[in-house]
């Protein structure tokens, strides 16, 4: 399994970018569909993350994001969405998608992709 990230870039104060990270891999059961990022010197902050369990899907948010980020999924692409609007320079970070998924032969396993820089700055 492999996890692809994309979407960073540059961007000035208020606007938006949206995030993606698609999931390598057959037969395969996810978990936990998660963004973290990181700033230099800094330990790796949960940003949000979708839980899967049996009653509904569970989404948390941290603080600092609610109301402006949002995550998404396509299950049929196993690929993974944050949007993120009114982006200030404290969101500055690179950022990492993780996914807790399970395979039949390694059962379940914590998978990250490549972190991708965003930037936001006039």
């Known amino acids: 399994v492999q996890l692809q990230a994309s979407g960073g870039g540059l961007v000035q104060p208020g606007g938006s970018l949206r995030l993606s990270c698609a999931a390598s891999?057959?037969?395969?059961?996810?978990?936990?569909m998660a963004w973290y990022r990181q700033t230099p010197g800094s330990q790796r902050e949960l940003v949000a993350r979708?839980?899967?369990?049996?009653?509904?899907?569970?989404?948390e948010y941290a603080e600092s994001v609610r109301g402006r980020f949002t995550i998404s999924k396509d299950n049929a692409e196993n690929t993974m969405y944050l949007q993120m609007n009114s982006l200030t320079p404290e969101d500055t970070a690179v950022y990492y998608c993780?996914?807790?998924?399970?395979?039949?032969?390694?059962?379940?396993?914590?998978?990250w992709g490549r972190g991708t820089q965003v930037t936001v700055s006039s």
């Open positions: 891999g057959s037969n395969i059961i996810i978990n936990i």
């Open positions: 979708y839980t899967r369990r049996a009653s509904g899907d569970r989404i």
């Open positions: 993780m996914e807790n998924i399970w395979r039949a032969n390694t059962g379940s396993v914590d998978y």
